[in-house]
């Protein structure tokens, strides 16, 4: 197959591109912006009979068109992926998110072909610490942010074009990735390369907030089934039940780095801040037979330390324009 991966220099679609030249035999064109979150340095390494870069807009229709003609299929990653920015300035999130979405979706019914669209499990909301229900397929979206409410009207958008015009798709709502080629600016590898410069990693509020952590290789694996074997229409959750609070995780990339548990600053809460998220994903796993390979999010978490302690060449770049932008807003 010649596929179409949008935001594939991006921190999960670089790790699908690399996952998916390993395990099948087709061909790639990341479709990329390159705004501040793109990186061509993480598809280093990948070969170039079957791995094609072309720098441009989702929101570029003719773009869009000439390359949906070529191709079977296009992997929809591309997004305003960070919900601090989505509260400084939502307007780019429209943009991509929504429009962009709509861009690709036009192309793909006008040539008819194979669309899987990537989302989050934040437009469900959020839920109480205690609550013992996780998100599932049916649960309604709630999504609190500028970011959130984007990627769910994006998903809307999908349904609609499966309904209305037959385009043949297929949405996934997935937990927080973590893993190598990660943006600084998120919270694994911001108190990562923290710790690695001497400075204190940064909680915000009490970190009781949780998370539901997912290695982005098993995140990659699960598109892939969900592309292969996946049901035209249908939604399927992906997580590995990795639920963790924010200090719970800052302890652990601590202690991993020789440090004592208690190193950490409390910052400023963000704004609307969701409380925690959780999957429940059997219908992947019943009905498409995934199951996640890093079931330990500990070893997993080393893995992603070590990897970062290895690589400051590619993140040091981008280090201190995103710690400024931090300080400035008290963060
Ligand atoms: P990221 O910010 O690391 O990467 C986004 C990529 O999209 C970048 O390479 C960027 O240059 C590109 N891009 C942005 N606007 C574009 C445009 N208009 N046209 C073309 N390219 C554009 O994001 P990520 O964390 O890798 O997230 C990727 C996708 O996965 C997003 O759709 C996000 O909503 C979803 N997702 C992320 C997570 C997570 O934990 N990070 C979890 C679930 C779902
Ligand atoms: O759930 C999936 C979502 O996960 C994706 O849709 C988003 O694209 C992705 O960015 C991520 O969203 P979060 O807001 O959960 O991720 P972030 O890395 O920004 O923050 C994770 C948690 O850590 C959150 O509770 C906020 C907190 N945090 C974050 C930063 C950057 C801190 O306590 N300190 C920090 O410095």
Redesign the pocket.
Same mark, same amino acid.
């Given at each position: 197959m010649k596929i179409i991966v %949008?935001?594939?220099? *991006?921190?999960?679609?670089?790790?699908f591109v690399h996952h998916a030249v390993a395990h099948t035999s087709s061909s790639f064109t990341v479709?990329?912006?390159?705004?501040?979150?793109?990186?061509l340095a993480s598809l280093e390494g990948l070969p170039a009979d079957r791995v094609r870069v072309v720098q441009?807009?989702?929101?570029?229709a003719a773009l869009v068109d000439e390359l949906v003609r070529d191709h079977d299929a296009v992997v929809?990653?591309?997004?305003?992926?960070?919900n601090d920015n989505s509260l400084d300035d939502p307007r780019?999130f429209v943009? %991509?998110?929504i429009l *962009?979405t709509f861009t690709l979706l036009e192309a793909v019914r006008r040539h008819d072909k194979r669309f899987h669209h990537?989302?989050?499990?934040?437009v469900y909301g959020d839920l109480e610490l205690d609550d013992p229900n996780r998100f599932t397929e049916t649960t309604p979206y709630n999504p609190s942010s500028p970011?959130s409410s984007t990627?769910a009207g994006s998903d809307l958008l999908v349904r609609a074009w499966v309904r209305s015009f037959g385009v043949r798709a297929t949405i996934s709502?997935?937990?927080?990735?973590?893993g190598p080629?990660?943006?600084v600016e998120?919270f694994i590898p911001r108190q990562i390369t923290n710790v690695l410069r001497g400075e204190r990693p940064k909680l915000y509020g009490s970190g009781e907030n949780v998370r539901d952590w997912i290695h982005a290789d098993d995140?990659s694996a699960a598109v892939l089934t969900i592309l292969e074997r996946g049901v035209i229409g249908e939604t399927y959750l992906?997580g590995a039940d990795g639920e963790k609070s924010n200090r719970e995780v800052v302890e652990l990339i601590l202690t991993t780095l020789g440090q004592p548990s208690d190193a950490y600053d409390h910052v400023k809460d963000r704004s609307g801040h969701d409380l925690r998220y959780a999957i429940d994903s059997s219908k992947l796993r019943t009905e498409l037979g995934w199951a996640p390979r890093f079931a330990d999010f500990e070893a997993g978490l080393r893995a992603t330390v070590e990897w970062y302690r290895k690589h400051e060449e590619w993140w040091a770049p981008q280090k201190d324009a995103t710690e400024a932008r931090y300080a400035a807003q008290g963060q």
């Open positions: %949008t935001g594939g220099a *991006g921190f999960i679609g670089s790790n479709l990329d912006k390159l705004t501040y979150a793109g990186n441009g807009d989702i929101c570029d929809h990653y591309a997004a305003e992926s960070h780019p943009d %991509t998110n *962009g990537i989302s989050t499990d934040e970011y990627k709502n997935c937990s927080n990735n973590y080629y990660q943006h998120k995140h992906i």
